[in-house]
């Protein structure tokens, strides 16, 4: 598996046309394919990653369909005001095509950005951009840090399958909020 190709340091707030957004699927799903190498098949609905220098990481698996996988992946901490995850990305893969889009609730099919006078087309694409750069920023950071998924690291599988309500993780380095 090639490695993708770096980002701009700095890069734009939103893309000029809809092909820089896509080529910024690609990308992520290359860093994906390398966080989560059993991608094409994954053997579990939930695991958890952990790291020496990060906090657990936690992928869950909500849709499977015969050419994408809905999948979230998400940090927990605990502070004073309770469980928190964050961030929570929401993650649509495509195996077919090979990419990897950072969802939203609210979504704009992609071809209503074809038309870039529209400018709500624009919004739309500014929006994607951010977050997938985001996601693309997390992903190399995450694989920096040691995380993966691979059957070769033996993820820890979570026993619900949903995410438990609470937690006592606590990210190295850090004192928990409760004082324990």
Request: glycine content about 4%; hydrophobic content about 35%.
């Amino acid at each position: 598996m090639s490695e993708p190709a770096p980002l701009l340091d700095r890069p734009r707030l939103a893309p000029r046309h809809l092909a820089q957004l896509i080529d910024l699927y690609e990308r992520n799903y290359l860093l994906l394919v390398r966080l989560i190498p059993d991608l094409d098949d994954l053997p579990y609905a939930q695991a958890l990653s952990r790291s020496q220098s990060d906090c657990p990481l936690h992928l869950q698996v909500s849709a499977r369909d015969r050419y994408t996988l809905t999948l979230r992946l998400s940090y927990e901490f605990v502070d004073e005001q309770g469980l928190r995850r964050q961030p929570d990305l929401w993650l649509r893969v495509y195996q077919d095509a090979g990419v990897v889009e950072a969802l939203q609730c609210e979504q704009r099919p992609p071809w209503r950005a074809l038309d870039e006078r529209d400018p709500a087309a624009r919004h739309y694409l500014s929006a994607q951009w951010r977050r997938n750069v985001l996601l693309h920023k997390w992903l190399q950071y995450l694989l920096e840090s040691g995380h993966g998924f691979g059957m070769s690291a033996r993820p820890r599988l979570l026993q619900n399958t949903v995410f438990e309500e609470k937690s006592d993780v606590v990210c190295p380095g850090k004192q928990p909020a409760h004082g324990g």
